[in-house]
């Protein structure tokens, strides 16, 4: 159900009175627009009615804010008014001057999402206006924005709702209050922060009783045509499969110093206004006491020619650069790539919220008025992610690993909007190695599986040419990491077992050759992979790589010899894609794959085990070890149950390894539970609780000092919490079996819970004495499987059972 929600753009209010505020309140759970309603497929399968419009004059392409507007009337107040609207770069739509939807969903030029929405609620009998803000960044676009041109479509769904279809009976204003940036950050690539100057707004925009007379009519620019339907393109449009947005009023908790003025705690709270004075410069530092992704709002009255500079940072930093203790603040400073400045022209409640959501923990403004005094009546944010729900819990012993799991999934949250993002402050990008393990996440802890489809389509539409994907998508510049080509096929297969819709899966399977068929021409002489080329991350560790590694991240021997860790990640792709492949009747192809990759796994134990170390080394020259070498090489099955375990020890153990970092402790904890040893896998959660020691409210990209104090790969303890510790993972593809094998580790008790397709599963247990166990297990209808304990089986069915060892 489509609810009121809150503007995102400058507004004129009628004051700040206790009854806004308690609107405010009421509304502050709000998710923008409504769940997937329903699309006339006529639209699906023809050419849109509806034109693209755009401005009449000037560039396309560069920056620039515009506003549409269109009036018109009806008869009765509709009981149904179901449009689709979409923009480029992207769109904000008012009905009656309410926001109702933003978008578009991000996509690229073939697939490009239009949103759907019920707009009934909002229209009235008689006189109606439909507004929308489009605004393109120009060359300043962020990197995960694709675009063709400045323009925006809404086509009506129904001949009774044909009034609105845009076309030359619409009407287009260009905002020149905004000022296009003039350069790039150097650090960060989300976009760049809004210059607005008040006195040049067009207050009132998107209200009814505003006079849109001096407005433009709108160059038409062609009709909308849905994907497949042309043989040319600017915008191929396809529905958005994700819902909205959350968007949840947020209040900022803390004021950490002031300069030149005296600020409350009644002004965060939003019951005292900020009087400064004319000509007066202050600053104002403020802390959100943890690290959001949300659009700042501030409401100012007066106050003309004077100019607000809000800055945003994750952590502050010291006169080194050095962000220490997340909590002190202490001789340190805002590091601010993109503000905000906005300047008020004077009037009363004007509203200042960026067209983008900002992301931090610290906020700071820095506030100069000239000859009239400045009243801020409020400052607060509102948070926006996907609106994944914490479904999931995991209750123990220890209570460091509640703080744990609390962390994970606000990381978790912060990292996934329209797409995952690698991390909300510096690129918002796809990248397919984070987002393997961010999908996991969403599927255990919230059940949500419909982000993760739309990654494995989005990565899926970014292959090229030559067979491999690109590393992140959706991107205005495309990039080539072939290993996260090969996590995509992991990602797949961990869909296909965690879901029951085969035919999703069937999709990628040309995909899924394709990328192995490229490894396949890479394989040298000696039946190894190598030299390669792009750019073979694997992960940002120290040590043997960084002396000869000429782009971070990448193994020994990628660029000028052979790699173990590279080969075997080809393996076990391998291994994934025979799997799916066999379970959907290609039974050479899968049979040619499993021959295939035992081939790669002798070649590269002959030519890279180290009888002297009793590791496999990065290279055949045998000069460099690493973990991950020897992570992948038990994954795959290398060796025997004995070797496994005596070389998952030598792992553990030696410090003279190239050491994993935070994202790759993924793979590190699978390797534990493929030689049995995942009871261990509590003792290596040391990193995560140093994080929580530093004042960290979400995990950081890599140990310090970091870049990115919030990244999706680094959440990974949530899943583990629930996949490893509780030991539950699907029994058969579909998970329409289950198989729980708890790995407890210290720990004398768990309680947790888990969505599954078919309903939540429960798991209650208790140790008794050293090697015992007794609990509760509950399945949801339809659902069997198996309990094991230290080698001992119990078979599991629907409902309530008892367990005990």
Not at 28 to 39: A, D, R
Not at 696 to 702: K, P, S
Request: aromatic content about 14%.
């Amino acid at each position: 159900m489509a609810k009121k929600i809150m503007k995102r753009n400058y507004r004129i209010k009628t004051g700040l009175s206790l009854s806004w505020l308690i609107i405010i309140l009421l509304f502050s759970l709000n998710i923008f627009g409504q769940e997937l309603q329903k699309i006339n497929p006529y639209f699906l399968s023809n050419k849109w009615n509806a034109q693209w419009i755009t401005y009449p004059e000037g560039s396309l392409k560069d920056y620039g804010v515009f506003h549409f507007r269109k009036t018109f009337n009806l008869q009765e107040k509709p009981e149904e008014f179901i449009v689709h609207v979409s923009g480029d770069n992207r769109y904000s739509l008012f009905v009656n001057g309410k926001e109702v939807c933003n978008g578009p969903a991000r996509g690229d030029l073939l697939h490009w999402r239009f949103e759907t929405i019920d707009i009934a609620k909002y229209l009235l009998k008689g006189k109606n206006v439909l507004a929308a803000v489009v605004w393109n960044f120009g060359d300043f676009i962020p990197l995960a924005q694709i675009t063709n041109k400045t323009a925006f479509i809404m086509q009506g769904d129904t001949k009774q709702e044909e009034v609105i279809n845009t076309g030359d009976s619409w009407k287009v204003y260009r905002d020149e209050a905004y000022i296009p940036p003039v350069k790039k950050s150097f650090r960060t690539v989300v976009g760049p922060g809004d210059d607005v100057d008040g006195s040049k707004y067009p207050w009132g925009w998107e209200l009814p009783g505003f006079d849109d007379i001096g407005w433009k009519s709108p160059k038409l620019v062609g009709q909308g045509v849905p994907y497949g339907k042309s043989e040319g393109w600017d915008w191929m449009l396809v529905p958005r499969t994700i819902p909205f947005m959350e968007h949840k009023f947020q209040r900022i908790n803390k004021v950490v110093r002031a300069k030149n003025i005296t600020v409350g705690k009644d002004f965060l709270e939003g019951k005292s206004p900020l009087l400064i004075p004319a000509n007066r410069k202050v600053k104002i530092l403020l802390d959100q006491t943890y690290l959001t992704t949300a659009y700042p709002e501030l409401i100012v009255s007066g106050g003309k020619s004077s100019t607000i500079e809000i800055s945003y940072a994750e952590a502050l930093i010291d006169d080194k650069g050095e962000k220490g203790n997340r909590n002190d603040t202490k001789g340190k400073r805002m590091d601010c790539d993109y503000p905000d400045i906005f300047k008020p022209d004077g009037g009363k409640n004007r509203h200042f919220q960026p067209l983008w959501f900002r992301t931090y923990r610290y906020v700071e403004l820095t506030i100069e008025t000239k000859e009239y005094p400045l009243i801020i009546k409020d400052f607060y944010g509102y948070f926006t992610a996907y609106p994944f729900k914490e479904r999931a819990y995991f209750k123990s012993d220890d209570s460091t690993l509640k703080s744990i799991w609390n962390v994970a999934w606000r990381t978790a949250r912060l990292c996934a909007g329209e797409t995952y993002y690698d991390c909300p402050y510096y690129e918002q990008m796809q990248y397919i190695g984070d987002t393997r393990i961010e999908a996991l996440i969403s599927l255990y802890v919230a059940g949500d599986d419909r982000l993760m489809k739309n990654a494995i389509e989005q990565i899926y539409d970014s292959q090229l040419p030559i067979g491999l994907t690109q590393s992140r998508y959706p991107s205005s510049q495309p990039q080539i990491i072939p290993p996260f080509s090969l996590y995509w096929i992991d990602m797949v297969h961990d869909f296909w077992m965690l879901r029951d819709d085969p035919e999703f899966v069937k999709r990628y399977l040309n995909g899924i050759q394709n990328v192995l068929h490229w490894y396949k021409r890479q394989i040298a002489t000696n039946g190894m992979l190598g030299p390669m080329d792009w750019w073979n991350f694997v992960d940002w560790s120290f040590g043997p790589w960084n002396s000869e590694k000429p782009i971070g991240g990448a193994p020994a021997g990628v660029m000028n010899s052979n790699s173990s860790n590279i080969t075997l990640q080809y393996v076990y792709a391998l291994q994934m894609a025979a799997d799916m492949f066999k379970a959907f009747g290609y039974q050479h192809r899968a049979q040619e794959y499993r021959q295939f990759s035992q081939s790669l796994i002798k070649k590269t134990y002959k030519l890279c085990w180290s009888e002297k170390r009793g590791l496999i080394a990065d290279t055949p020259e045998k000069t460099s070890f690493s973990q991950h070498a020897n992570i992948m090489a038990i994954l795959v099955g290398m060796f025997d149950k004995d070797t496994a375990d005596s070389v998952m020890q030598r792992v553990l153990s030696q410090k003279d390894l190239a050491q994993c970092t935070y994202y790759y402790r993924f793979y590190l904890n699978r390797a534990l539970g493929k030689a049995g040893m995942a009871d261990q896998y509590l003792s290596t959660l040391k990193p995560w609780k140093e994080m929580l020691s530093l004042g960290l409210t979400t995990f950081a990209e890599t140990p310090e000092p970091t870049r990115s104090d919030c990244h999706g790969w680094s959440a990974s303890p949530i899943y583990e919490f629930l996949a490893t510790v509780s030991g539950i993972k699907p029994a058969s593809p579909g998970f329409r079996t289950v198989k729980i094998e708890p790995h407890l580790g210290y720990l004398k008790y768990i309680d947790v819970n888990m969505p599954h397709p078919k309903g939540d599963i429960i798991v209650k247990l208790n140790r008794k004495g050293k090697d015992g166990i007794k609990g509760d297990i509950y399945l949801p209808k339809g659902v069997s499987g198996k309990f094991i304990w230290m080698g001992k089986e119990i078979l599991l069915k629907a409902g309530n059972q008892k367990v005990e060892f």
